[in-house]
């Protein structure tokens, strides 16, 4: 066997779904959370849903779920040798990535306008499990969104590798795995959009 | 070992398909969550892990993976399915 | 060439960028032992105001310090990370015939991740406004509401977990991907089983403590409400999230144990280890059984009836396991030749202790008794046989196993059994007094005590000096044979696992060629010589 071992694509595919598992249990962590919060106050969260603007909520959740065709699009296109139809869809994930985070700018600016804020001045009047339902809104979302954030940079590197020929037909692990982690932000959107925006 | 199993490749059609039951997924929530409270929980509790489900199993590839590494996503999703479910062994049962 | 030869320019930055498994190892041995002398010398510093009963050596609010600091660093920075960074690191590419991990910049990555959390969670010692008063545990809503440096230490938890987490994510990859041919999951080495179980521990349950850990200081910061009950949130959440990953850390802790002594006993008593996939497959049940009981921890918090009878139930089951190895290691011992070296004398030690820690785990796990035992010095007692005379044990019983393996030297074995009953003296002295201490009512983490505790104190204090002494004397025969030692050569204890194939200290690619499998790991042949 040579020194350094040559490239392992399923111990690099299984390396990826480990870290992804890590991710699983972080927001993991903040769905419990959420459970045993809302469990206790089922009244204030459903009425407190139905401040979120559903519409944008929807809205992003299409952009998520067709940025994830884009991307799982993009593997395909690479393993087929179609590279600048790969790049197209690379790039169009990250187009919806951006369209995602600055829905998610207006949204949080409408709340924020509203006095909707941990220790804004509409909470303060509000039953007490409202205050907590928004505070694992906008801590779920914010921490959703900064995963968002990171995917979007990840497809901007994925972007110049593939322009650069580092991935490849025969040589896409990479982007496979960004595809995967991107995946995953979109599964815990899936889950976050009917705990806030639908429970109403 | 290296370029053996890069082979698979999803077709544009599968992953278009995908796309639309998911978007017909959460057309689907929505209008229920409109219903009643009900039908919001029951859909949100069904439809939702299929929507995910389809999501794993297509575009993030796992039903063309080794057995290996579907066994393992099942342990991390059992293990915080567990989690949530014994918590509310203490919050249900709470005087 | 030796790891330890000089690479490339040499020096110190060769070794903080090396990605060679063992080099890393090493650097993880260097670091813990400086940060486990300073969460000894709290602990000392602890004892120490107890010979008084009042008011003495350090302020109550230094005081709370102490043992939150104490127990942040021996937790965080020694106990979970100590066998799997550094021996795991070490030997489990050997073990399992691979010539490193799967992903050596991860593995160097954690290293950085490691160093980083730890020097944060000194500074949290000194800087601003004071070291953290919290117990290690940071419970809401002192947590939030203390004014100390509970955010820096705190995220310096959060740093120490990526590198547990990172840790985890490579041996599992290479335990998959890096055998040798020939090496089956059955033929692999129990320690590799222990890390195994281990690490998968680390991946699932580490990233629950992040988050807790974040939403700490993001109430510090934004006061958000999710704990505080006059905004609806619940304080008792904050424990559940906490324990779910707390308690699985002690098994982050005590499997890998567990693992380095089942390598050690098979060598020393001669003989192969005794129901091989009782005690592979009951590393597993350990890490499965020991993900449900968390809120053992919290049956006098409120949590329901429910809870209570249920987490009890599977506390008892999740012993069972664990038993299961002790029963196998007498059994291995039956019959078998047995030399008694310093790291066979440590590891039955680790037998023994355990056994005691584990026991009173299984009392203190019966909700009646844990009224009166939670929050005594009975717990502290506890988790000290546990974590102490277990883990920490087991970590110098590995220590001076395979210190020949690692840096070529042989040390001077009289020492090491001089420390060992220091030690073991000192130890009991120290805990079994606490335990007795606890069910007479001695509350933990309280500065002063009452009159009728103050021999207990005096009695535990003079075990604790006793206990340090003999570290020192380990320590420091170790540190002598570094550069005094005779020369070690491959096998100096005729262990028969791979490690002892390849030559003291390895060299940097462990094997020429990387061997072909064709038995279990524990086959002894009574003529080969030792």
């Known amino acids: ?200 | 070992m290296m370029g053996q199993e890069q082979g698979h490749i999803i077709p544009y059609r599968t992953l278009l398909t995908v796309w639309a039951a998911l978007l017909a997924l959460t057309g689907l929530l929505v209008i229920a969550s409109r219903l009643s409270l009900g039908a919001a929980v029951w859909t949100m509790l069904t439809l939702t892990p299929v929507k995910a489900g389809l999501v794993f199993y297509f575009f993030m590839h796992l039903k063309y993976e080794r057995p290996l590494l579907k066994l393992m996503v099942f342990v991390a999703l059992s293990t915080l399915v567990t989690f949530i479910g014994m918590l509310f062994l203490d919050i249900s049962f709470r005087p | 060439m030796s790891y330890l030869d000089r690479q490339g320019r040499g020096g110190l930055w060769s070794w903080i960028t090396s990605t060679d498994h063992k080099r890393i190892g090493v650097l993880y041995l260097c670091v813990m032992t400086l940060l486990f002398w300073a969460g000894v010398s709290l602990g000392v510093v602890m004892r120490l105001k107890h010979l008084v009963a009042g008011d003495f050596f350090v302020s109550a609010q230094t005081y709370n310090a102490l043992f939150t600091v104490h127990g942040v660093i021996m937790i965080f920075m020694f106990v979970i990370p100590g066998l799997p960074a550094v021996f795991g690191n070490f030997f489990m590419p050997i073990l399992i015939g691979a010539r490193d991990v799967a992903f050596p910049r991860l593995n160097l990555l954690s290293w950085y991740c490691f160093v980083t959390g730890a020097g944060l969670a000194l500074l949290s010692l000194f800087a601003g406004h004071g070291a953290p008063d919290t117990g290690w545990t940071f419970y809401v809503p002192f947590s939030i509401r203390t004014g100390t440096n509970v955010s820096l230490a705190v995220f310096a938890a959060f740093v120490l977990g990526m590198s547990s987490i990172l840790t985890g994510l490579n041996f599992i990859t290479t335990i998959h991907r890096l055998r040798a041919p020939g090496m089956t999951w059955h033929r692999m080495p129990l320690f590799v089983w222990a890390i195994y179980s281990t690490a998968w521990i680390q991946v699932l349950v580490t990233p629950i403590i992040g988050i807790t850990l974040v939403l700490v200081i993001l109430e510090r910061f934004f006061n958000v409400g999710i704990f505080d009950p006059s905004k609806g949130g619940d304080p008792l959440l904050y424990q559940h999230m906490f324990w779910i990953y707390s308690h699985p850390a002690v098994y982050i802790m005590i499997v890998p144990a567990m693992g380095a002594v089942t390598e050690i006993i098979p060598t020393f008593a001669r003989k192969s280890i005794f129901g091989y996939k009782a005690i592979a497959y009951s590393s597993i049940a350990i890490a499965a059984f020991g993900s449900v009981v968390w809120a053992h921890h919290m049956f006098t918090s409120g949590i329901s009836d429910t809870a209570g009878f249920v987490f009890s139930l599977l506390t008892f089951i999740v012993a069972v396991p664990s038993a299961i190895k002790v029963f196998n290691w007498t059994a291995t011992l039956y019959k078998g030749s047995i030399e008694m070296a310093p790291a066979m004398l440590f590891a039955l030690t680790f037998v023994f202790l355990f056994a005691v820690g584990g026991l009173t785990g299984i009392i203190q796990g019966a909700l009646g008794i844990n009224v009166h035992l939670h929050d005594t010095y009975w717990i502290v007692g506890h988790f000290h046989y546990v974590m102490f005379g277990g883990t920490g044990f087991a970590f110098f019983a590995a220590l001076l196993y395979w210190f020949p393996k690692m840096f070529g030297r042989m040390y001077d074995p009289k020492p090491a059994y001089a420390a060992w009953l220091l030690m073991f003296t000192g130890f009991n002295l120290l805990y079994f007094t606490f335990l007795v201490m606890g069910a007479q009512g001695m509350p933990r983490r309280y500065y002063a005590h009452l009159p009728q505790f103050h021999t207990g104190h005096l009695i535990a204090t003079g075990g604790s000096w006793l206990l340090v002494a003999g570290l020192m004397v380990l320590f420091g025969n170790l540190i002598v044979a570094l550069r005094k030692g005779r020369k070690a050569e491959a096998n100096p204890w005729g262990g028969i696992t791979l490690e002892w194939r390849i030559p003291s200290p390895p060299p940097t690619e462990n094997f020429a060629e990387i061997p072909v499998i064709t038995t279990g790991p524990y086959v002894f042949n009574p003529t080969r010589p030792g």
Not at chain 1, 4 to 30: C, N, R, S, V
Not at chain 1, 75 to 104: D, E, H, M, P, Y
Not at chain 1, 117 to 146: C, D, K, Q, R, W
Not at chain 1, 179 to 188: P, S
Request: glycine residues 10%.
């Open chain 1, 1 to 200: 066997m040579s020194a350094a071992p040559h490239k392992d694509y399923q111990g690099a595919k299984i390396g990826m779904w480990l870290f992804l598992f890590t991710e699983l249990m972080l927001f993991g962590g903040l769905f419990v959370l959420y459970a045993g919060s809302r469990a206790l106050h089922p009244e204030e969260f459903h009425n407190a849903s139905r401040e979120l603007n559903m519409f944008l909520g929807v809205a992003n959740t299409a952009i998520l779920l067709t940025s994830s065709l884009f991307a799982a699009a993009a593997v395909t296109a690479i393993q087929r040798g179609s590279k600048k139809l790969a790049l197209w869809l690379v790039g169009l994930t990250i187009a919806c990535g951006a369209a995602f985070l600055a829905n998610k700018a207006v949204e949080w600016s409408q709340k924020f306008h509203h006095g909707i804020y941990p220790n804004g001045p509409a909470l303060a009047h509000s039953p007490p499990g409202e205050a907590v339902f928004f505070g694992l809104y906008f801590i779920m979302t914010g921490l959703h969104g900064l995963h968002i954030l990171a995917g979007t940079i990840l497809f901007g590197v994925m972007f110049v590798l593939l322009a650069r020929g580092r991935i490849r037909a025969d040589d896409h692990v990479l982007l496979e795995n960004s595809g995967l982690y991107w995946h995953l932000v979109d599964v815990i959107w899936i889950f976050l959009l009917p705990l806030f925006y639908l429970a109403a």
